[in-house]
């Protein structure tokens, strides 16, 4: 004989109501006797509900995000009969406890439906549930060093997953296991001859870090074309000017100056997170930080208060970080610190790309190659140049809709380039 059995929410002392923040169950999952099932989270706490039966999952009644208070139905398990469910119930209560030692978790007292184990925020280094906990024990991972995608950072189990999967990679000398696996997946002598090239001192630490931003950082990009015609015609009669000072003006040094245009209508976007104290930090300098191609590999030269420079200023410091770059000459001072960063696949060619973020920085600017457009207006055909933009942003800070805001108020300061002086 089969029966319906709900889980409930029992024991939160003190407080009125709880986050659900992880669903660790689907419908028609079978679930052992003391398998976390769902986790909740107050501001102090949060705790892994376990249910006391074996069975299946057959409704959940929750979402994430959703609030819910003493006495809630969690989710229905359809169990077995009466008797087994008599033995779950004694032998569920012996587990919990023999878990919340082995744990080293604030218990709280043994409620009838369900056993919730606590992990105190406060008390522990790393933020996550107690089955995060235990899945990291279970694997050997050291959740000090797992970075949290969650909420408030709270680690989840694809972190988890991920902070081994790059372990994986960097540390061949791991486990005997993983080493196995990847020797075989990097064997390609049974396709042909291949040769190993040992990546550069620049090219493993950006490796590290663009991984480290790509899997920290939740990043859209946003991508629009500016009508630069106007500023080309201009450019081009400033850099016959500068060129006999030796000064190369590229379109690089404008899209400098009306990012800080625009960055002073935006100041979210020159900013940092703060991921302790959850607050953001509004920066009030204006330092743009270039993408450079070198041989070695790419290094971010910053040009500082570039709202205190003037175009030739501009373009004749742009040229001494690139050839600093180039020669590997540039100090760490002249390196960090940025607002934003802009990297420009200039001339060579694309239409559009997803630049990563240069964290604690919270949004990229990626400049592709101009695009030449013939339009057919009443007095001929006109030839337009369109500048591709891709903005990538940090999600957790800046919106979709301040993404649409700001690239279109920098469009509008390249099609016309007196906004530059504003
Ligand atoms: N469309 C078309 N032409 C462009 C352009 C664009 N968007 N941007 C620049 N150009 C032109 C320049 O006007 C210049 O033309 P001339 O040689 O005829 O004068 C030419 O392209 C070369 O410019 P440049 O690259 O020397 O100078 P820059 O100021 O545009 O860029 C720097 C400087 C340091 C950013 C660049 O040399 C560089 O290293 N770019 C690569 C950055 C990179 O790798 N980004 C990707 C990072 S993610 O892997």
Known sequence: MTELKEIFVTDIEEFESVDVVEILVAVGDRIEINQAVITLESDKAMMDFPSLHAGVVKIINVQVGEKVCEGD??????????????????????????????????????????????????????????????????????????????????????????????????????????AAARSKSLDFSFYGETDSVELTKIQKLTAKNLLAAWQGIPHVTHFDQADVTLLEQHRKQLAIELSSKDIKLTPLAFVIKALVVTLKQFPQFNASLDTESEQLILKKYFHIGIAVDTPQGLLLPVLRDADKKNIAKVAAELMELGDLARQRK????????????????????????????????????????????????????????LLPLSLSYDHRVINGADAARFCTHLKGVLEDIWKLIL
Do not use: C, W
């Open 330 to 385: 540039l100090t760490p001072k002249q390196m960090g610190g940025a607002s934003m960063t802009i990297s420009s696949l200039g001339n060579l060619g694309g239409q559009a790309f997803t630049p990563i973020i240069n964290p604690p920085e919270v949004a990229i600017l990626g400049l592709s190659k101009m695009i030449i457009q013939e339009d057919i207006t009443a007095s001929g055909v006109v030839q337009k140049k």
């Open 73 to 178: 139905v969690l989710l229905a398990l359809e169990i077995e009969d009466e008797v087994a469910k008599e033995k779950q119930v004694e032998s569920a209560s012996n587990t919990a406890k023999v878990n919340e030692s082995e744990l080293g978790l604030i218990s709280s007292p043994i409620a009838l439906n369900s056993i919730p184990t606590k992990v105190s925020i406060q008390d522990e280094h790393a933020y996550a549930s107690p089955a995060i906990y235990e899945y990291a024990r279970d694997l050997g991972v050291d959740l000090s060093k797992v970075q949290g995608s969650g909420r408030k950072s709270r680690i989840l189990k694809q972190d988890i997953q991920s902070h081994v999967r790059t372990n994986l990679h960097q540390h061949p000398g791991g486990r005997q296991v993983k």
